[in-house]
């Protein structure tokens, strides 16, 4: 069982490895999805007034505001996304050296405790990275790309 999560393990982080070398034509792509939507808030911000702080900028400074939030939103999922893959390899490794000493029930415990610290920090990070903008009337969905 533990060679069957070892090669689990070594084939998830050779995957990781190829998507990052990969990732060139996929980030063009993204950014060209991201100016697009960029587009269209900024029309419906006009049409419907959205904030009055918005509404109140001009369109090279809205812009350049959306702009910089989605880049800095895309940035902290990333960096959310690193953080959890490193948590969950953590809590693997944590999971098979104490399930060698207590078998499987320790194993399963591990990973439960481990999915539950995941979890909130997952809640945790997702919030604060929404909160600045949020704040500044900024809808976050609209400038999500997934």
Do not use: C, H
């Not at 070892?6 to 100016?35: N, P």
Request: glycine share 12%; net charge neutral.
């Amino acid at each position: 069982m533990v060679v069957l999560l070892e090669i689990v393990l070594v084939l998830g982080l050779i995957g990781i490895v190829g998507s990052y070398f990969f990732r060139g034509r996929r980030d063009a792509e993204r950014q060209e999805v991201i100016e697009r939507r960029v587009e269209a808030y900024m029309q419906t911000i006009r049409r419907e007034g959205g904030s009055s702080e918005l509404a109140a900028m001009g369109d090279l400074e809205l812009k350049d505001l959306l702009l910089s939030s989605a880049r800095n939103l895309r940035v902290q999922a990333e960096r959310k996304w690193y953080t959890l893959i490193g948590g969950g390899a953590a809590a693997v490794l944590a999971a098979i050296a104490i399930g060698t000493e207590e078998g499987t029930r320790g194993f399963g415990i591990v990973l439960l405790v481990a999915a539950l610290a995941l979890y909130g920090v997952n809640e945790f990070m997702g919030r604060r990275m929404r909160e600045p903008l949020v704040a500044r009337g900024i809808d976050v969905e609209r400038l999500r790309v997934e």
